[in-house]
């Protein structure tokens, strides 16, 4: 029963993180966001989490397959805000985009957060595995 409170309290902590972090992304990066962001981000953080704990695959292999679960939740939720009658973000000026919600150039940028998330998620782990 305690190990499942923990794993549940990792997991909100995790998702509040994330979304608190994605949120301050945005605002750095573009000046503004959505409150839709924060759900992305703990979402994002929590998928990086779980894709690590069950892959033992190498950094930049997880990388890229959270960058792409990341993408592709962007582009659910740009979809379901477009749906909506919003227009949060558009990409549609960017190359190779894909209904002006996800493009490469952002898929890449992801790609590189991931990584050192990851290495700050091992480092952690490691760390904390040694006590």
């Known amino acids: 029963m305690l190990a499942v409170c923990a794993r549940r309290t990792e997991t909100a902590a995790?998702?509040?993180?994330?979304?608190?972090?994605y949120l301050g992304?945005?605002?750095?990066?573009?000046?503004?966001t959505h409150w839709t962001m924060f759900f992305?981000?703990?979402?994002?953080?929590?998928l990086l989490h779980w894709l690590d704990r069950r892959l033992a695959w190498p950094l930049p292999a997880v990388a890229a397959l959270a960058s792409g679960g990341i993408s592709g939740l962007e582009l659910v939720i740009g979809l379901c805000t477009r749906g909506l009658g919003l227009c949060v973000w558009d990409y549609s000026a960017e190359w190779g985009n894909l209904?002006?919600?996800v493009c490469p150039k952002y898929s890449l940028l992801w790609f590189l957060l991931c990584l050192w998330l990851l290495g700050a998620i091992r480092t952690l782990r490691r760390l904390t595995k040694s006590r």
């Open 99 to 101: 209904a002006g919600l």
């Open 40 to 46: 992305a981000g703990g979402v994002s953080l929590c």
């Open 25 to 32: 992304l945005e605002l750095a990066w573009r000046g503004g």
């Open 14 to 21: 995790l998702f509040l993180l994330g979304g608190c972090g």
